[in-house]
């Protein structure tokens, strides 16, 4: 990734983006609270290349594990599991490349949401 952000600010920052992900209603202007300061370019790719692939399925599921939020430790951890891959796995690489693509055309609603607030 070509973002220079903290560890704690990435968890800050994916926490936040993962917020539209979580089965109640969505407070963006929040999101955008959370996520100020940051590039839009620098969001957008880790809202797809990182969040979206480890939370989509929260939406998709006929009864979602997660309600409230997503815990930020957790969340981490599934997102460095999924990076590490990338990097070890050429099959894994280009999985995630048309991944991106499918949540890009199903969840652009949600970005769209976010980056008008920024």
């Not at 620098?42 to 929260?58: D, G, Q």
């Not at 199903?106 to 976010?114: A, F, G, S």
Request: glycine share 2%.
């Amino acid at each position: 990734m070509g973002h220079f952000l903290t560890e704690p600010q990435l968890t800050e920052v994916r926490t936040a983006l993962s917020e539209p992900f979580n089965y109640f209603p969505t407070d963006y202007d929040y999101i955008a609270r959370q996520v100020k300061g940051v590039d839009p370019d620098v969001l957008y790719e880790i809202f797809y290349s990182e969040v979206a692939p480890v939370c989509f399925s929260n939406l998709a599921a006929v009864l979602p594990s997660v309600w409230t939020g997503f815990d930020p430790d957790w969340l981490r951890a599934r997102i460095e599991e999924r990076l590490e891959a990338r990097k070890r796995n050429w099959l894994r690489r280009q999985f995630d490349k048309v991944l991106a693509l499918w949540l890009k055309y199903n969840y652009d609603y949600m970005w769209k949401e976010i980056a008008c607030r920024l």
